[in-house]
């Protein structure tokens, strides 16, 4: 495959958005069109759920006054934004393309909360959602299994949301800007024990934009991997299935074979933590620690990793959130992350799951120069 | 690029279907699991609101035991099967992928038709939606407007339905597999004046695949073109709009290009006629015929034009169509049509729009030997 480089990116300004669709993708993708643009591809979640009606793909380009392209929305639940960019990075890999556009946008607040959580919750197997599981209970699930067999205490738990807070108030994006202390997070609502609502990744509206090209840029996509399994956790057959995601496992290896990356190449990491209890499964299903050490790793590594807030500071819009962590790394191996920036960071890895671990991408970036 | 090549092709009769949405996308990629395939790429156009649940694209690679590969699911609204293929193109020619399954699907009779009906009319541009607007009562101008410009009578129309029943009958895999007269398409239930309920493509369970490789095979993807335009009819520029889709003359003129081809080099050919109308100005925006002489030229070349029955009669579950058209085409193209084979076949066009005409995708098969 020929080489495949990032020449721009952005993103809104995540939280209570205002406006359609339409619009939260153009506020991200409005500033990337200086080049030709022969293709464009939307990553989104569940438009239709949220009465965005259909035909996203196509409703955004027309908006951004590209029409006579082709324009295809791809759909992977959590995991949209990377599983676009990957089929951006194909498309441009195969010669078929020369600039494509990939945009991911979900708008969230406008509907109630629980109906949001609702729209969320449809991508888990049916049999699990048909007896009442939602991310939050088996998320919590996770927790209460991880807590016992390893001795983390609910404090330092805590602590995950604490420092992810500490990053979303060093970036201007993130839908939370203020730190918190770890009695905050203790005595926010219980949503499901041992889990409370600072655990959790807020709803959000968001979008967020990239644009690939053959031609050289700041950027360049080092490597990909992608792996599915059972959406039901109790139909996959790894025995970590109840403390980690098995996909994690197998599109990191894929993704660092691929580029022919060892983990300690990374300089700067996006893990997809949209309960606190994920960050340090994460970390252990990247593995980037042993089991039970995920948090002690976090605590040392966290100026390098989640550096814009993660989802759960910087906010998760469903399908934009694989974009926006690659627009987090774009910024940090372009050296314009302000006072988050990593120092000298040159090497990315973006992790993006899709339902609760039914999918996961990872990609690698690495700066040009 | 790469070349890709089709190495199998297979679907499952069209109509009414039982069980899941996996089981029918099952039915369909079985039988052409014995390649290692390394990617899935599924289209669908709307499982979340047919109440089929999230997260399709992992459940259809899991229940077809391709666990640990990338899966990710592909939308363009009715246009959805041929984003697939192309996505599926992408991924093999760029060297990212060896062996991709492409499945189309789409599970529709479970509901009541008139939420059927309003499901497909999720992928209208919103304003017109707000005011009634349905893809039949588009269609319905379409004919209107067709008619009164050129002298197209309403029993000429109902011989395009006519035709559409003749070639069904002859195909195994049809939803409508009897002939039906002039005067039972005009006798039949007003749908949407001029249009009658035999102008319309069913409501229809289904599902098609196809096996792309890099690998040398039958079938080779001689060239691709693919346009999008605004949702809304009267957002378009083109002046045509109200009598054809400006997108489907792009896609075409690109994929012809992108071949190397003229239109006389084309054997055999699968249209988009969602409506007895949309076969006329399909042939008229893929420039086979100067406007008005859509009629003629169908009547002369229908023994090669929707060879399998078209949506009208083969049926048209939404997400499906595009992938079958391409499966239609791999069995002509490799002299396996039984009785209704266009003899000595070597080249085909497919022609799937998604929307009504907010985007389109013209693909082009050749035969290897």
Redesign the interface.
């Known amino acids: ?1 020929r080489d495949v480089f990032l020449h721009a990116a952005n993103m809104t300004t995540f939280g209570r958005g205002a406006g359609s669709i339409e619009a939260l993708a153009h506020d991200a993708a409005d500033p990337l069109l200086e080049s030709e643009i022969d293709r ?1 591809i939307v990553g989104n ?2 438009a ?2 949220f009465g965005d ?7 955004v ?2 908006d951004l006054g ?12 959590t995991a949209s934004g990377a ?1 676009a960019f ?2 951006g ?8 393309a020369e600039n494509v556009l990939v945009v991911g946008v979900e708008r969230m607040t406008h509907v109630p909360t629980t109906r949001a959580l609702d729209v969320v919750a ?5 049999d699990e ?1 048909a007896v009442g599981a939602t991310p939050a209970s088996l998320a919590a699930i996770f927790a209460a299994r991880y807590m016992k067999t390893h001795g983390l205490t609910r404090e330092r738990l805590a602590d995950v949301a604490v420092w992810a807070h500490d990053a979303g108030a060093r970036n201007p994006h993130a839908q939370f800007r203020k730190p918190v202390t770890r009695e905050r997070v203790m005595l926010s609502s219980p949503i499901s024990d041992p889990l409370r609502l600072f655990d959790a990744a807020p709803v959000t509206d968001g979008a967020a934009a990239i644009l690939l090209s053959a031609a050289a840029g700041p950027v360049r996509v080092a490597g ?1 991997g ?6 039901s956790l109790l ?1 996959r ?1 790894d025995t970590r299935r109840l403390d980690g995601f098995p ?1 994690t496992r ?1 599109a990191a290896r894929a993704a660092l074979a691929n580029a022919g990356w060892s983990r300690s190449d990374v300089d700067v990491f996006e893990i997809h933590d949209a309960f606190s209890i994920l960050a340090l499964t994460g970390i252990e299903d990247l593995e980037l620690a042993l089991p039970g050490k995920a948090i002690d790793y976090l605590e040392q590594e966290r100026t390098r990793i989640n550096t814009g807030g993660g989802l759960k500071a910087r906010g998760h819009p469903s399908g934009a959130t694989g974009v926006a962590q690659l627009v987090e790394l774009f910024e940090q191996l372009t050296d314009k992350s302000g006072i988050r920036q990593v120092p000298g960071a040159r090497r990315g890895l973006a992790h993006n799951v ?2 609760f671990g ?2 996961a ?1 990872v990609t690698l970036l690495e700066a040009s120069a």
Chains 1, 2 share one sequence.
């Open positions: 495959m464009v979640h569940a239709e759920l009606g259909g035909q996203v793909a196509a409703r380009a027309c590209l029409r006579g392209i082709p324009a295809l929305r791809v759909e992977a639940a599983a990957a089929a990075v194909d498309a441009v890999g195969s010669g078929r449809s991508m888990l197997a049916p959602r990909l992608a792996a599915t399994d059972a959406p139909a057959t996909v197998l899709g339902g039914a999918t991408f």
